[in-house]
């Protein structure tokens, strides 16, 4: 078997990362865009059986929703990983890490890894699979940095100083 590496995909926040976990964390309260959504099946402490359903732009013009099964475990107070039970890619396991970052913001990034099973299974998911994970994450990513920057600037619990912006 050959392991496939996803990212890493990272990004700037002006949040702090307090506020950003807390928002990587509450799954399945978000505001749902474009039929995307998140339905939290069962819940034991900080592991949960979640369905995600997810906006995916194929080559060829092709964009559809895909619903997957996942195990999520949630590690406070800066990581989130990500188990795929079912799914289009059973198996993939994911992380979204946030840190401190200069001026109070906050550094979030994605990594996955696959674990191919054969050399088709290895090509569909190195050619096909990694680069469509790639933008959906980098899009969730930038909706997750635009809700955060516009909550922190509204929230008295985590108060940051506008003018320390972290570069994108």
Do not use: K
């Not at 990500?82 to 990034?109: C, F, K, N, Q, W």
């Amino acid at each position: 078997m050959r392991v496939v590496t996803i990212g890493p995909v990272s990004t700037s926040i002006a949040a702090p990362p307090q506020l950003v976990y807390q928002m990587l964390s509450a799954i399945g309260q978000g505001d749902g865009r474009n039929g995307e959504r998140a339905e939290v099946l069962r819940r034991n402490g900080d592991e949960l059986i979640c369905d995600f359903w997810t906006r995916v732009s194929l080559p060829g013009g092709v964009d559809r929703l895909v619903r997957t099964r996942e195990r999520v475990m949630l590690w406070p107070p800066d990581r989130v990983e990500y188990e795929h039970l079912d799914g289009p890619i059973r198996g993939l396991r994911e992380s979204i890490t946030v840190a401190p970052e200069g001026g109070g913001g906050t550094r979030m990034t994605y990594l996955g890894s696959y674990e191919s099973r054969g050399i088709v299974d290895h090509l569909r998911v190195r050619l096909l699979a990694r680069p469509a994970i790639t933008r959906v994450m980098q899009h969730h990513f930038d909706h997750v940095r635009h809700r955060a920057e516009a909550r922190a600037a509204r929230s008295r619990v985590f108060r940051r100083d506008p003018s320390l912006t972290p570069p994108r």
